[in-house]
């Protein structure tokens, strides 16, 4: 019994020593050995092996001086039954003699082939490296070893086992893929050359590049999935029996820095990488998780593994890795699983998927920085499933503060899209162009949802939303409903219609806030004259700072990554039909006009970050935005994110940080800034004048004269057809109804031009540019269309001239939309009508038939009757008008305010307008100057003013108004 136990103890011992010595271990990891001489490279690699258990290393070939089999020698001397993987650079292994190279290339082969162990373990990567590729490279020396090894019987490949069966006895060859490229040509040129490499069949490993665009990496090991499975059938004749291994970094501050001063060719690393450690090491362990998803290998790349203090940076990157641990079934690369495609296909298609895991389980979450549970849902609660609605304003996953928020419930997260074309038939909800990018959207994050995480996207269509979301909480066992507020008229109401049926039946429910930078609803702003007029950029910009702070920072992307893998759906998934069923945007006939809307904006994140990013390289546009964004005629003018901005597949949060965080000075990127703190204000515009999209906030100019009849029709016709006469004017409503989209100069050029010259009612325009806009947006467009035709908040201070072109400096935008005259000369292009008629006849040009004749001729005639009109209506209307010619409007607390009028419109208490040439002391003046400082000078001028009289102002202002009246009296009696 004695000696039992003993030999028990003994035996324990040896399990924990061998527990001790395995613990340290690297399990499917390479190392890309960095030495300066042999010496080095012993020691480093009796390091790795003997303290750590590495057995796998990468040699580099840097230079033709590269001693690489010496190199592979050493190793396997040092390291017995290791795998070496050399790297061949056709760079540096060229040859004057013809097919010298793949001679050279076959020897170095056949050398590695004698070093090889039984386990052939050894593997040779081809590298062509970036730029021109010479006669020798991967794909050629491939199809050269096809070729010679059909020629020969497979003298180099293959030897016959016992059985007769054809047995593998040659090094490997492996070859390097880079998944990372961010321009499509040259993503797609490498991923015909992996496929060029795949077909001659020699291919055995395939290495990935390092990069940090997570959502590039799980695509192209999708892609590779398929492509191994769809060739591993009995009826094909090639088939693809590769393994994958995925290179990192280690993300330290001395690499980071590094790349930041000299970034290496072909390396793509993304701002969030580059900004932190914390960063670079938060994508780095999901890119781990990633590959180990999908079984592949990892190799640290150079400078790799050289003392305990990395090998400390590796075992912690690891440790973390296997933290976290997802246990939905994963389609794993390197193994030979006959279940794999059948997974894969029931992923994409099930409308069931079950979860494992019992049915009270708790999700261990990783902390996300920024990203807290709400304090309004308990952990109770939180053990429960949660329904997330999307809307037509938040079409995305990354910074989706309703999201983030529900995938902290244990129990299922389902998100949800409800239709209901009777709730969206107002003419300010979703149609036209819009609806044709929302179903595009919902596609996309339906695609998203099912390959990328484990959720699927519920749709279903309905005649009441209400009753088909109650009926979906009851049905799954949810108790909490996630949305992020849509800030419109008709959604405010729908929001709190269906909050309280919800809460009928106990369901709570928790608005969030995504669209916007800030929620309007928080915000107030005082009235007067406050650094600008009430409800003007600058008071409001400064009131959203002092009253919000600065606007929140999204989550990192890789951290939404990580969460997407994290959260769970319900363990049996509600009946869904796909968006494709729904009602939506169902265009029949021959003329499919939603595909150039489609072509020209894709409606998913991925595209529309790489559309940011584009803006944002340099080159791309952002760096010259304060100089070139009224310019239609360059194609990078601006950022043409409204439509992404619009649907919610872009953050404004990152959008906004984006350009913070760009280094650009201040003055360089102020306007572009601005411009988010302009769609929150227009939004905080139509929370305070729910009807201003059809009703004028300044309520008089309701009453202001429009042209009508079949006149209005004929000229409102050639309008939004592009037909009007005047060039520049038809190429932006002809690329309108043709893309659903122009700049935002072009859109001013033409709304100024309805309104200015054609004397149409704004909302006719307004109504117009919401159906056909694919970023149709109900409140700036308001905004844009109240300002335009004068009855906004902020009444343009210009107009804009429809022939002066600025816009199209050099002709191609009214040449590519107005093409019957693209032969006339530039200074012919925008006024047509002034050309001789030998000039047009020899442009092709023939003034109403190949173009039409102008809608109207006397341009300044018909901006005279605009002004006139406006006048005539402030003069019947002077309880609007306040002492200095300004309009007044009633805010909803009963409070007037003074609001900007321009010059030409002020005028005082008798109906004559103010003299221009002379600075009025008027009261807006008097307010300016009340606030002329805060310091000892500004404090004089206010005691100044405050202490002398106004008597002879108030005075004159009583003889002016008694003489008006009495001029109104006399013309009454006349009457």
């Given at each position: 019994y004695f000696w039992f136990l003993l030999i028990l103890q003994f035996y324990e011992m040896s399990e924990s020593l061998s527990i001790m010595s395995t613990s340290r271990k690297l399990p499917n990891v390479r190392v890309e050995l960095f030495?300066?001489?042999?010496?080095?490279?012993?020691?480093?690699?009796?390091?790795?092996?003997?303290?750590?258990?590495?057995?796998?290393?990468?040699?580099?070939?840097?230079?033709?001086?590269?001693?690489?089999?010496?190199?592979?020698?050493?190793?396997?001397?040092?390291?017995?039954?290791?795998?070496?993987?050399?790297?061949?650079?056709?760079?540096?292994?060229?040859?004057?003699?013809?097919?010298?190279?793949?001679?050279?290339?076959?020897d170095f082969r056949n050398c590695m082939k004698k070093m090889d162990g039984i386990d052939n373990n050894n593997e040779i990567l081809i590298i062509t490296g970036s730029g021109p590729k010479g006669r020798f490279n991967s794909v050629s020396a491939l199809q050269n070893l096809a070729a010679a090894g059909s020629k020969k019987n497979d003298m180099f490949s293959s030897t016959k086992s016992a059985t007769g069966a054809k047995t593998t006895t040659t090094t490997k060859i492996a070859v390097a893929y880079n998944p990372f490229f961010t321009l499509t040509e040259e993503a797609t040129e490498e991923r015909r050359r992996l496929n060029q490499k795949l077909a001659t069949d020699q291919v055995k490993k395939i290495y990935f590049q390092f990069g940090t665009d997570l959502e590039k990496l799980r695509k192209s090991l999708d892609w590779l999935c398929e492509l191994r499975d769809n060739n591993n059938d009995n009826s094909k004749t090639t088939t693809h029996n590769f393994t994958i291994c995925g290179s990192i970094f280690l993300p330290t501050k001395k690499l980071i820095a590094q790349q930041k001063f000299r970034p290496w060719n072909g390396v793509f690393l993304n701002e969030e990488f580059l900004e932190s450690e914390e960063s670079a090491r938060g994508i780095v362990i999901e890119m781990m998780r990633l590959y180990e998803s999908y079984g592949c290998e990892i190799l640290i790349e150079a400078p790799g593994i050289r003392n305990e203090k990395d090998m400390a940076i590796v075992e912690?990157?690891?440790?973390?890795?296997?933290?976290?641990?997802?246990?939905?079934?994963?389609?794993?690369?390197?193994?030979?699983?006959?279940?794999?495609?059948?997974?894969?296909?029931?992923?994409?298609?099930?409308?069931?998927?079950?979860?494992?895991g019992d049915k009270g389980r708790?999700?261990?979450?990783?902390?996300?920085?920024?990203?807290?549970?709400?304090?309004?849902?308990?952990?109770?609660?939180?053990?429960?499933?949660?329904?997330?609605?999307?809307?037509?304003?938040?079409?995305?996953?990354?910074?989706?503060?309703?999201?983030?928020?529900?995938?902290?419930?244990?129990?299922?997260?389902?998100?949800?899209?409800?239709?209901?074309?009777?709730?969206?038939?107002?003419?300010?909800?979703?149609?036209?162009?819009?609806?044709v990018v929302l179903k595009d959207a919902l596609r996309e994050l339906e695609k998203k949802l099912l390959l990328n995480s484990n959720l699927k996207l519920i749709c279903r269509q309905t005649d009441d939303v209400i009753s088909e979301l109650c009926n979906l909480c009851l049905d799954t066992g949810a108790i909490t409903v996630y949305w992020n507020k849509e800030h419109t008229t008709e959604s405010r109401a729908r929001e709190r219609k269906t909050k309280e049926a919800l809460e009928c039946i106990g369901i709570q429910v928790i608005e969030c806030q995504s669209s916007l930078l800030y929620d309007p609803t928080k915000l107030s702003l005082a009235s007067g004259f406050n650094g600008g007029h009430w409800g003007?950029?600058?008071?409001?910009?400064?009131?959203?700072?002092?009253?919000?702070?600065?606007?929140?920072?999204?989550?990192?992307?890789?951290?939404?990554?990580?969460?997407?893998?994290?959260?769970?759906?319900?363990?049996?998934?509600?009946?869904?039909?796909?968006?494709?069923?729904?009602?939506?945007?169902?265009?029949?006939?021959?003329?499919?006009?939603?595909?150039?809307?489609?072509?020209?904006?894709?409606?998913?994140?991925?595209?529309?970050?790489?559309?940011?990013?584009?803006?944002?390289?340099?080159?791309?546009?952002?760096?010259?935005?304060?100089?070139?964004?009224?310019?239609?005629?360059?194609?990078?003018?601006?950022?043409?994110?409204?439509?992404?901005?619009?649907?919610?597949?872009?953050?404004?949060?990152?959008?906004?940080?984006?350009?913070?965080?760009?280094?650009?000075?201040?003055?360089?990127?102020?306007?572009?800034?601005?411009?988010?703190?302009?769609?929150?204000?227009?939004?905080?515009?139509?929370?305070?004048?729910?009807?201003?999209?059809?009703?004028?906030?300044?309520?008089?100019?309701?009453?202001?004269?429009?042209?009508?009849?079949?006149?209005?029709?004929?000229?409102?016709?050639?309008?939004?057809?592009?037909?009007?006469?005047?060039?520049?004017?038809?190429?932006?409503?002809?690329?309108?109804?043709?893309?659903?989209?122009?700049?935002?100069?072009?859109?001013?050029?033409?709304?100024?031009?309805?309104?200015?010259?054609?004397?149409?009612?704004?909302?006719?325009?307004?109504?117009?540019?919401?159906?056909?806009?694919?970023?149709a947006d109900s409140a700036i467009n308001a905004m844009m269309w109240q300002n335009a035709g004068r009855s906004g908040i902020d009444q343009w201070n210009f107009v804009m001239s429809p022939v002066a072109a600025s816009q199209d400096g050099d002709g191609s935008y009214t040449k590519q939309w107005v093409p019957e005259l693209s032969k006339l000369s530039k200074p012919l292009l925008h006024k047509p009508w002034e050309g001789s008629h030998d000039v047009l006849i020899q442009a092709g040009v023939v003034l109403g038939q190949t173009y039409p004749h102008r809608v109207v001729t006397n341009l300044k005639e018909e901006r005279k009757k605009s002004v006139e009109n406006v006048l005539d209506m402030r003069r019947e209307n002077q309880d609007y008008n306040d002492g200095g010619g300004y309009d007044n409007i009633i805010l909803p607390n009963g409070k007037r305010t003074v609001v900007f009028t321009k010059k030409e419109y002020r005028i005082n208490c008798i109906g004559d307008v103010i003299e221009q040439n002379k600075r009025s002391n008027t009261s807006t003046d008097r307010r300016r100057n009340n606030k002329s400082g805060r310091g000892r000078q500004g404090r004089d001028v206010k005691n100044k003013n405050s202490s002398s009289s106004n008597g002879s102002t108030t005075d004159k202002q009583q003889l002016l108004m008694t003489s008006f009246l009495a001029k109104k009296k006399g013309e009454c009696s006349q009457g």
């Open positions: 030495f300066r001489n042999v010496d080095e490279l012993r020691e480093r690699v009796n390091f790795l092996s003997s303290e750590y258990g590495v057995k796998s290393f990468n040699l580099v070939n840097k230079s033709n001086q590269d001693t690489m089999l010496n190199w592979v020698d050493i190793i396997q001397k040092e390291v017995p039954y290791s795998s070496v993987c050399a790297h061949y650079s056709a760079k540096y292994n060229k040859s004057r003699i013809k097919d010298g190279a793949f001679l050279s290339f076959e912690s990157l690891l440790k973390e890795r296997d933290s976290s641990r997802n246990p939905t079934v994963r389609k794993r690369m390197n193994e030979d699983d006959s279940t794999n495609n059948k997974i894969r296909q029931e992923k994409r298609s099930d409308h069931t998927i079950t979860i494992s708790l999700t261990k979450r990783r902390k996300i920085t920024g990203l807290e549970q709400s304090t309004l849902v308990s952990d109770k609660t939180l053990q429960k499933p949660a329904i997330f609605l999307f809307g037509s304003h938040d079409v995305r996953l990354h910074d989706n503060q309703a999201f983030q928020l529900a995938s902290f419930h244990s129990n299922g997260v389902i998100p949800t899209f409800l239709w209901c074309r009777k709730e969206y038939r107002g003419k300010w909800d979703v149609r036209g162009a819009l609806e003007t950029l600058m008071p409001f910009l400064k009131m959203c700072k002092k009253q919000m702070g600065e606007p929140r920072r999204p989550i990192k992307r890789y951290e939404t990554f990580a969460l997407l893998r994290e959260v769970d759906g319900p363990c049996t998934w509600p009946s869904s039909i796909t968006v494709n069923d729904l009602d939506m945007c169902i265009v029949k006939g021959k003329n499919k006009w939603d595909k150039p809307i489609l072509e020209r904006f894709p409606m998913n994140e991925e595209s529309a970050l790489q559309l940011m990013n584009d803006f944002f390289r340099s080159g791309g546009g952002f760096d010259r935005y304060e100089r070139d964004r009224s310019r239609a005629d360059i194609e990078c003018s601006t950022s043409k994110l409204s439509v992404a901005l619009r649907m919610g597949i872009i953050s404004p949060n990152e959008f906004y940080y984006k350009i913070e965080d760009s280094g650009l000075p201040f003055e360089d990127r102020k306007t572009i800034s601005r411009r988010l703190y302009w769609r929150d204000l227009a939004y905080f515009q139509l929370s305070r004048f729910p009807n201003m999209r059809d009703r004028s906030i300044r309520p008089h100019y309701d009453e202001t004269e429009w042209i009508s009849g079949d006149e209005e029709i004929r000229r409102f016709h050639a309008w939004k057809t592009g037909n009007t006469g005047y060039p520049l004017v038809d190429a932006g409503m002809r690329e309108l109804y043709r893309t659903g989209w122009m700049t935002q100069s072009i859109r001013m050029v033409v709304a100024s031009f309805l309104t200015e010259y054609l004397r149409v009612n704004w909302v006719r325009g307004c109504e117009w540019f919401h159906y056909t806009l694919a970023d």
